[in-house]
């Protein structure tokens, strides 16, 4: 694209080591990686580069001068109350709520719905800046008790606490090195099982979080309430598999320990159990024996999805995506663990998303039909359709349901509005959606806008969903500044079921990146926006997305957000959880998966536009990536290598570089790959990446 007067003057980026001896052979294929040293976050070197960086971002930004409006605007939208849906356990009501500013969200209690709710747990006190969050938590069937756990600066590593709900008083139970695991209670209120790793061998002054280390050897525990860490029954581990992990999950009657094995991201699990009511002398008795746990193997192959709905003593209900992309309901007897039987059928078109078994015999089922949910209630004994529970074009992001309660919670929000939670009672003979609570943001006028959903045609034909929100009645002349959000709706996700979600990997990435260059070609054809008035964004995946685009495509847009993006696909699964992403991406380690990587790994792509096309000048857009120092999913070096990398071959290898357009790296301390987030450090983001790009743009403030 051509640049916009953005800046006054060219960037003085800083200078960054090449180490030109490193040079990996990858099956005869020789690739250099002179920013290897990036990948410590310990050396001094990589922490000075942080710091100029900072500087440099901060030079940038102190021109965008719509950063402080934003920030102003920005904290009045965010400054209004917000709610979960309730739950329930025992005889009291549980959720979350924020006032508005709040750092985090605060934990409420209330003996009825409409009774007068305490505060049970507020994480805003943990910390002074806000970035202890509550990660997972998990109230014991009677109510008494509230386990949960903490996360530091946005980490995965969790620490898990106790809490007494009557009195609020913090037991000494101290759980570390938790990660990537629930709490399941048992139904005698004496523990729970939760998922962990070994600690690491020099446990003093770690910095949790920061490390690169890869995670392997999970293990599932569990734990008697007032007793040791040490003293945790360890009830499964595989040092034969050590990419496996463990999730564990007791049913709605308390008598079996269901145990769910993944290997990676791909949707396939195997499915255990324990029928802990029969243990002769109870889970307590393991401690002595240093046994594992006695779990059947129901599904023993990596084949499909399962995940258990209800059970009736050994009768279980599944959903499944068995022989089934768009999923379906099954049900097996655990005596007779070959023989299945269909009780939802896979639809022709529709995802079955959920399915929650509610008041008795009944089942709630939300499908994704063309990227908008529908919601039904049907007999769970037969699948047979019951009611179709009305709601408005959008998502339902949160159901609060259980199979003994007959009330059932619904959150629903979408593009203009910012969350509606209603009750919908299942005993009436017609059950509707009352409102429970509304969120309303201030001085937000909804009927301003139209949400249209349009299908764009991909470069291979197939047609993409996309959604365009915009003020009413605009004119489609290109004059406006647009905003292209990924990965939502391109193939690679699950809005169509699993053959969507496998026509965009693997080998078949690409399909990705076609998708949302084909949906910013219509944006620009339709007179909606042009190249120098387009704006792209995308996180974690979504960031990979953009970054593969911008060398993809450099002249179609004016501008780039990528958030904790997947940068270096060569090494990607070397790095704390990334080799369970293997399932989506592939694997360097493999001749012909390097062959599908090098092609667009964002680290190895980028050119220079100006040499490739001499008789159309074109330069990257302004670009800014996004990373944040605790990252431990996506860790930052990714981001640090690929910002390196651009500066050097766009810039400051070049006397008079064509680029003008700054790349700059925002790098966020003290926050993780974005769970967990307190609101101050999300609203000064949203202000510094959208003042960017306004500048980058040349969109103007309207009050």
């Known amino acids: 694209m051509g640049s916009l007067p953005a800046l006054d003057e060219p960037l003085q980026y800083p200078l960054a080591r090449r180490d030109e001896s490193v040079i ?132 995965d590593w969790v620490t898990i606490k106790v809490l007494r709900v009557d009195n609020k008083i913090v037991e000494s139970d101290t759980l570390l090195w938790v990660k990537f695991s629930g709490i399941s209670w048992t139904h005698d209120n004496k523990g729970f099982f939760y998922s962990r790793y ?87 008795s393991f401690r002595e024996t240093n046994n594992l746990l006695p779990f059947v193997k129901l599904i023993d192959k990596f084949e499909a999805r399962y995940h258990a709905i209800a059970n009736d003593d050994t009768e279980f209900t599944f959903l499944t995506n068995k022989d089934s992309p768009k999923y379906k309901l099954v049900r097996v007897d655990l005596n007779e663990p070959t023989a299945w039987t269909e009780i939802l059928k896979e639809s022709d078109k529709d995802v079955l998303e959920s399915a929650i078994a509610v008041n008795g015999n009944q089942v709630l089922v939300s ?126 996700g699950g809005e169509y079921g699993e053959e969507w979600h496998k026509a965009g990997s693997l080998a078949k990435k690409q399909n990705c990146f076609d998708d949302f260059i084909s949906a910013a070609e219509y944006l620009v054809s339709f007179g909606y926006t042009q190249p120098s008035k387009l704006c792209i964004e995308g996180g974690s995946n979504g960031g990979l997305l953009v970054a593969a685009c911008i060398n993809q495509r450099p002249d179609l847009f004016g501008c780039a957000l990528a958030h904790v993006g997947v940068m270096d696909m060569l090494r990607f699964h070397k790095f704390t959880i990334g080799h369970a992403w293997t399932s989506d991406y592939g694997c360097s380690d493999k001749e012909e998966e390097f062959h599908w990587l090098i092609k667009y790994s964002p680290l190895h792509n980028v050119r220079r536009p100006w040499e490739l096309s001499a008789d159309k000048p074109s330069q990257y857009p302004s670009t800014m990536l996004l990373t944040a120092d605790h990252d431990d999913r996506v860790v930052p070096l990714h981001t640090l290598k690929l910002l390196s990398t651009m500066q050097y071959v766009l810039c400051t290898s070049l006397e008079k570089s064509p680029q003008t357009n700054p790349i700059i790296g925002r790098i966020e301390c003290k926050a993780g790959h974005g769970a967990g987030r307190p609101t101050q450090k999300m609203i000064d983001e949203v202000a510094d990446r959208y003042s960017f790009m306004a500048k980058m743009l040349g969109a103007s403030w309207i009050d």
């Open 367 to 492: 499908y994704l039909r063309d990227v908008k949910y529908v919601l039904q209630i049907r007999d769970l004994k037969t699948g047979s359709l019951l009611h179709t529970v009305p709601i408005d074009i959008g998502s339902v992001d949160e159901i609060s349901a259980r199979r003994e309660e007959s009330t059932v919670f619904i959150r629903f929000t979408s593009f203009l509005t910012p969350g509606i939670i209603y009750q919908c009672n299942l005993e009436t003979k017609f059950p509707e959606l009352k409102v429970f609570r509304e969120i309303v943001v201030p001085k937000f006028d909804r009927t301003e806008f139209n949400v249209n959903q349009v299908f764009v045609t991909s470069k291979d034909g197939t047609k993409i969903p996309m959604f365009i929100v915009a003020k009413k009645n605009i004119s489609l002349d290109g004059s406006h500044p647009c905003l292209l959000y990924g990965y939502a709706n391109i193939r690679g």
């Open 198 to 284: 070994p600690a690491p061998k020099e446990e003093e002054g770690i910095d949790a979080g920061t490390e690169t280390n890869a995670n392997l050897n999970h293990e599932l525990y569990y734990h008697l309430l007032g007793t040791d860490q040490a003293e945790d029954i360890l009830c499964w581990r595989d040092p034969e598999n050590p990419k496996y992990m463990f999730g564990a999950e007791v049913t709605d009657d308390g008598k079996y320990i269901l145990l769910y094995i993944d290997e990676s991201c791909e949707v396939v699990n195997k499915v255990y159990y324990c029928n802990i009511s029969t243990l002769p002398k109870g889970l307590e």
């Open 24 to 155: 990996d052979d990858y099956h005869g294929v020789l690739v250099s990686d002179p920013y290897r040293w990036l990948e410590d976050p310990d050396a001094d070197e990589v922490k000075d580069f942080i710091e100029k960086q900072v500087k440099l971002t901060e030079s940038v930004l102190s021109k965008c001068d719509t950063r402080e409006k934003l920030h102003e605007k920005v904290t009045t939208l965010f400054d209004h109350p917000r709610y979960t849906t309730p739950f329930k356990r025992g005889n009291k009501y549980f959720y979350f709520h924020n006032t508005g500013l709040q750092a985090q969200n605060v934990l409420y209690v209330q003996e009825s719905l409409d009774g007068e709710a305490e505060i049970l747990l507020d994480p805003n006190g943990l910390s002074e800046d806000g970035t202890v969050s509550l990660n997972t938590c998990a109230v014991s069937e009677d109510g008494i008790y509230l386990a949960y756990g903490l996360s530091s600066s946005g980490s």
